[in-house]
């Protein structure tokens, strides 16, 4: 996240996006989706993000799983 706001920041101050991509090893479609998602934030609410990211893929993971666990269990009942 430090380089997308790196690179937000930058691009603000005049640079062309192709020059600052190539500096940053990025693509212009990754700077854009970048700016798109970080645009506006500080770097610690971009952090704050992408923390709740993770957390909400790991709960969507341990749901997933338990579904399954349920799903088998119900398959033994019928047997």
Same mark, same amino acid.
């Given at each position: 996240? $430090?380089? &997308?706001?790196?690179? @937000?920041?930058?691009?603000?101050? =005049?640079?062309?996006?192709?020059?600052?991509? !190539? *500096?940053?090893?990025? $693509?212009? &479609?990754?700077?854009? @989706?970048?700016?798109?998602?970080? =645009?506006?934030?500080?770097?610690?609410?971009? !952090? *704050?993000?992408?923390?709740?990211?993770?957390?909400?893929?790991?709960?969507?993971?341990?749901?997933?799983?338990?579904?399954?666990?349920?799903?088998?269990?119900?398959?033994?009942?019928?047997?």
């Amino acid at each position: 996240m $430090s380089i &997308a706001a790196s690179a @937000a920041d930058t691009q603000e101050v =005049g640079s062309k996006t192709a020059d600052l991509c !190539r *500096r940053h090893g990025i $693509s212009s &479609a990754t700077f854009y @989706a970048w700016k798109a998602k970080y =645009g506006g934030m500080e770097v610690s609410e971009a !952090r *704050r993000l992408k923390a709740l990211e993770d957390e909400n893929m790991k709960l969507k993971r341990l749901l997933a799983d338990a579904m399954l666990d349920n799903v088998a269990l119900k398959d033994l009942v019928k047997a």
